[in-house]
């Protein structure tokens, strides 16, 4: 069997503020990133991604190769990226179909990337009238969608991913509910560590590291290498390598983030290279109790959410004790401070504060970037240095939206 190319049609390539900076199949949906998803479900290797042109120079540990022109094989899989498919393995199947749309094609012939480039083509037209089969898991028709079913994804897949891991907490932590709890060997649990499992189940990944006092309420998930220190950490899925400290709600961590303050983080989703400054704090319901509204670049939507936070972009830095509404974008790049909240979408690459927001300078922008990384052992590419300044080019502005 070819491999699978993950395929990011019109609508993922407006899932801002990700977008910018990276594809689809690189957010984190559920446990884990839309990739791996993809990769557990077929049971094949992620051979590549079709998305849009700006992100040709993109590159991360183990991420699949930007397919840039050509034609994608015979036999391949190709799959609709806003599709975060069950972990259960599919069995069979040339068509796999979910709530009546067409979410991966095994291709009987080659197909030319041009019809892809721009994201206008559906699989449905690839489909032609194979006989399909169906296909478990979640459609994301709106970025907003990787929180609405983050708790019901985690709930499904935390069994799956410790699947052969004996479940159990060390005997000096506390326990609280009766929903699996998994510890993977490598992982370290100080004493006097609450695992909450009343509603849902938890895993932490080899390498991760409990702070003792630490309140870990399930369903939860904790990638490897990623630091929790104390507080109340709920219902979320935190990816690699990431520093997390204060309260966390419903949110989702891509990683190599920090959080290593105080200040309430709710309903949000944080991109990579991110670092959120002591004491801000994320709104993530309106005083009202009313559907959130977010900005997009179609213009601002109401999202059928009573509960929704800040969508912040990759390599996003907050100052401290920057306060943000609810329902906000934060660009990929941006820097914000200050003491005034920020409006509710900060276009990337920004600078400042409220009303005196100006363009970080891309040397200076890199520069910080460089550092960040270095700190965690991660080298600034020369592909991914040019990806961040394509994306800065083609940074959108408020205005224009």
């Known amino acids: 069997m070819s491999g699978i190319y993950l395929y990011d049609d ?7 503020p990700f977008a910018l900076t990276r594809p689809t199949a690189e957010l984190r949906a559920g446990a884990l990133l839309v990739r791996e998803r993809w990769a ?22 183990a991420s699949a190769p930007i397919v840039r022109t ?12 806003r599709f975060a498919p069950s972990l259960a393995p599919v ?26 480039a721009e994201g206008a083509a559906s699989l449905d037209a690839l489909a032609g009238h ?15 969608d990787y929180v609405r079913h983050l708790v019901p994804m985690l709930e499904a897949d935390i069994p799956l991913v410790a699947k052969g891991m004996k479940p159990g907490a060390p005997k000096d932590a506390i326990v609280v509910g009766t929903r699996p709890v998994f510890v993977e060997r490598g992982a370290v649990v100080e004493p006097s560590v609450c695992f909450d499992a009343t509603e849902g189940p938890i895993l932490l990944r080899a390498g991760a590291h409990a702070h003792a006092f ?10 490897e290498h990623t630091l929790l220190t104390s507080d109340r950490i709920e219902a979320s899925s935190i990816g690699d390598t990431c520093k997390v400290h204060g309260e966390i709600s419903n949110s989702i961590f891509l990683g190599h983030s920090n959080k290593a303050h105080e200040g309430f983080i709710g309903h949000s989703v944080i991109g990579r290279w991110v670092n959120i400054g002591a004491s801000t704090i994320t709104s993530n319901l309106k005083n009202t109790y009313g559907d959130v509204q977010l900005w997009t670049p179609e213009g601002t939507r109401s999202t059928g959410m009573q509960f929704l936070g800040t969508m912040f972009g990759d390599h ?86």
Request: proline content about 5%.
């Open 70 to 81: 050509g034609t994608l094989p015979a036999g391949a899989w190709i799959v609709n990226a």
């Open 40 to 61: 557990r479900a077929l049971g094949a290797e992620v051979a590549g991604v079709v998305t849009s042109a700006h992100l040709a120079s993109f590159v991360e540990p």
């Open 316 to 401: 996003v830095k907050t100052g401290i004790g920057l306060c943000l509404t609810t329902g906000c974008v934060l660009g990929a790049g941006a820097n914000v401070f200050g003491s005034t909240m920020p409006p509710k979408v900060v276009a990337p690459f920004s600078w400042g504060e409220a009303g005196a927001f100006t363009p970080y300078h891309i040397d200076k922008f890199l520069e910080t970037a460089e550092r960040m990384m270095a700190r965690r052992d991660v080298a600034l590419e020369e592909g991914m240095r040019s990806q961040l300044q394509m994306a800065f080019e083609r940074r959108w502005s408020v205005e224009e939206a």
């Open 10 to 16: 019109r609508r993922a390539r407006g899932f801002e």
């Open 130 to 144: 194979t006989g399909t089969s169906p296909i478990a898991g979640w459609w994301m028709d709106d970025v907003w």
């Open 214 to 223: 630490t309140r870990l309420v399930g369903p939860l998930y904790v990638g």
């Open 91 to 116: 069995r069979d199947g040339t068509v796999l179909t979910a709530d009546g749309r067409v979410a991966a094609v095994r291709l009987p012939t080659e197909l030319s990337l041009d019809a892809l």
